[in-house]
């Protein structure tokens, strides 16, 4: 399968080793018309203030919004797919969650925790990390917990996590969850 990977910020080169381990075919998504090659989108962690304004400004939110296509999101990935956080930001308001940025704060700034997803475990890669802080619809599902805090969920053909699948040596379980359970989602 083809699967794109956002190239405006972030660990896209270890994003793309993770798709190929898992026998698929990463795509890098620069602009809007190479949307059309991908069956799915991945948007990798970075700084979720500075790449909402450039998909704003290459015309990416309003393109994802009307393509229905599948997407993964992890950590400023997360923070995209969502509705709302504490500032006003561009967001994709794909995903009917709230987010909490930077919730462990700076004494905490990255960690690693072992994370269970669909009952496998994941080395959890904590940076800069958001949580969910509200679910706004019933049609969320929680498939990841750090402790008390929501660090995984899926909507329809939506899925975010707060953590960098990238770089954990377990990391491709996230690919295959999205691939396999998320993507042949119908709506
Ligand atoms: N703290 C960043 C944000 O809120 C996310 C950090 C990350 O992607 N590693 O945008």
Redesign the pocket.
């Known amino acids: 399968m083809d699967i794109g990977i956002l190239g405006i910020q972030?660990d896209i080169d270890e994003h793309e080793k993770m798709v190929r381990r898992i026998g698929h075919n990463p795509i890098r998504v620069r602009t809007v018309e190479d949307l059309s090659k991908v069956e799915a989108l991945i948007i990798?962690?970075?700084?979720?203030?500075?790449?909402g304004k450039l998909m704003e400004k290459y015309g990416f939110m309003e393109a994802l919004r009307n393509l229905n296509i599948p997407i993964l999101g992890?950590?400023?990935?997360?923070?995209?797919l969502s509705k709302g956080?504490e500032k006003k930001q561009p967001l994709l308001k794909l995903m009917n969650i709230t987010?909490k940025?930077?919730a462990y704060g700076s004494q905490r700034e990255?960690f690693e925790k072992e994370i269970y997803l669909d009952g496998e475990k994941i080395n959890g890669v904590?940076?800069?990390?958001?949580v969910v802080d509200r679910i706004l619809s019933d049609n969320v599902e929680i498939i990841a917990k750090e402790g008390n805090n929501i660090v995984g969920v899926k909507e329809g053909r939506y899925m975010a996590i707060a953590f960098?699948p990238e770089l954990s040596d377990e990391g491709h379980r996230v690919y295959k969850y999205f691939i396999n359970k998320v993507m042949g989602c119908k709506y």
């Open positions: 972030g990798p962690g970075g700084e979720s203030t500075t790449m992890t950590c400023a990935g997360m923070v995209l956080t987010i940025r930077n990255s904590f940076i800069r990390a958001p960098h």
